[in-house]
DNA sequence: GTAAACATGTAACAGGTTACATGATTGT
DNA sequence: ACAATCATGTAACCTGTTACATGTTTAC
C-alpha cells in the first residue's frame, strides 16, 4: 500500500496533522498520488499503532500533529531501497485509443486532436506551477524540480504522439489502406 | 467505471466468453488496463440486466457467450465522445521520486540509474510484442499499434529523463549545491 | 455576527485483488 | 491415468470516494 510511504514521506520532511497532509496531498503531491483526508485519518491512527508515527498532545481545535517515529523511517527506506515489481499501468486514455476504431475515421482524429490539445494544457499547467512555486535549495525541493520535469516530458511526449496519431488515421482515411502508410520503427 | 467500457469495447470486436475476455485483458490490454475473472463475470451479468450485452446458450463446458447490443454500442460511443475528466494519474514510480532525497545522493542515482534500465527492459518487451503479433489491417489492429507507438515513446521519455535525473543528483553531490546546476527550462 | 478556513471523524458504497471452490474437456 | 487448459462462480478483504456530521478559530 502505497498511502502509508506516502505519509511516511511527507512526515519524514516535518511532523504535521492530518489536515496538513492532507492539504499536502491537493498541492505537492497531486500529480503522483492522491488521497483524501477521510482516509487519511484513519491511516494515521493505524500507522501509530504500528509504531511508524507517533501522535503528539492535542493542541488548539482538536489539532493532533504526528511525527515519524525511527522504525517509519526504516520503513521508508525500505520501501525505496527494495524494488518492487510497480502495479500495472492503468490509464483510461489509452483504454480509449484501443477501441477508437468503432469511431468514423474524423471522429477519431478529433479525439487524439483533443488528446494533444489536453496534454499541451497540462504542460502549460506544469510550467505554471515551476514559476509559482518557491523553490529552494533543500533535497525536497530538488526532487520536486525533477518530478516536475519529468511531467513536462511526459506530457510533451502525449502531445507530439497524439498530434501523429492523428495524422495516421487522416492519412489511413484518405488512401486505400493505412497499414501502408504506418512509419514503423526500423529494423 | 472503466471496466464496463473495456469489456464492452472488447465485445464490440467480436463475441466473447467471460474466460476469453479475461485472457484478452492478460494480453492485449494488459498495458492500458487489467481485471481479474472474478471480477468480470458478475460484471457481465450486471451489464446484461442492464441490456448493454446478451448472454447466448450455455455451451459446452458451461460456455457462455456475451454478445454486444445496439444499446451497448450507443454507451461505447458515448463513453468514447463525451469528454471526461481524466482521473488522477497515481504513480508509485513518481511517489518514490518525490520521497528520494530521505536517501544519501549514491543511493538516490543509483535508484534512478535502475530505473532507467526497467524502462529500457519494457521498450524492449514492448518492441518484442510488435515482432511477434500478427498485425492485419483492421482498425482495430491499427489501433493496437498507435498504443503501442505510444508505449514506446513513453518508455523512452521515461529512460531519457532517469538518466538526466541521475546525472543531476551526482551533480549536485560532487558540488556545493545541486541547485546552480539545474538546468532549467528557458524563459 | 458571520463567513471562511481550520480540524477531525464516521458510514455507505464502489472498485479491485486474493483466495476458495468446482467441474468438464483435451492431449499425452 | 494424469496434467493442462477450459470455464465459471463466490467470499473475504483491501483501497479509495462521496456524503454525512460536528465543532473551533480567525478575519472582516
Redesign the pocket.
Known amino acids: 500500500?502505497?498511502?502509508r510511504h506516502a505519509l511516511l514521506g511527507l512526515l519524514a520532511h516535518s511532523p504535521a496533522?492530518?489536515?496538513?497532509l492532507?492539504?499536502q496531498f491537493e498541492v505537492s503531491l497531486v500529480h503522483a498520488w492522491?488521497?483524501?483526508?477521510?482516509?487519511i485519518?484513519?491511516e494515521?491512527?493505524r500507522m501509530a499503532e504500528q509504531g511508524w508515527v507517533a501522535a503528539g498532545e492535542e493542541?488548539?481545535?482538536?489539532?493532533?500533529?504526528y511525527r515519524i517515529t525511527d522504525a517509519g523511517r526504516d520503513e521508508l527506506h525500505r520501501w525505496l531501497t527494495t524494488a518492487t515489481a510497480d502495479r500495472?499501468n492503468?490509464s483510461e486514455v489509452m483504454l480509449r485509443v484501443f477501441f477508437l476504431w468503432t469511431l468514423s475515421p474524423d471522429e477519431a482524429a478529433a479525439h487524439l486532436d483533443r488528446l494533444a490539445a489536453t496534454s499541451r494544457q497540462a504542460l502549460a499547467g506544469l510550467d505554471a506551477l515551476d514559476d509559482h512555486v518557491p523553490w529552494d535549495a533543500s533535497g525536497s525541493d530538488l526532487m520536486g524540480r525533477l518530478a516536475l520535469e519529468q511531467g513536462r516530458r511526459t506530457a510533451t511526449t502525449m502531445a507530439e504522439w497524439a498530434d501523429w496519431a492523428a495524422d495516421q488515421v487522416r492519412a489511413g482515411h484518405d488512401a486505400r489502406s493505412l497499414t501502408d502508410r504506418m512509419s514503423r520503427r526500423p529494423a
Open positions: 500500500m502505497s498511502l496533522s492530518g489536515y496538513e492532507t492539504k492522491s488521497a483524501k483526508h477521510s482516509q485519518y484513519p494515521l491512527t493542541g488548539a481545535r482538536g489539532r493532533r500533529e500495472v492503468r
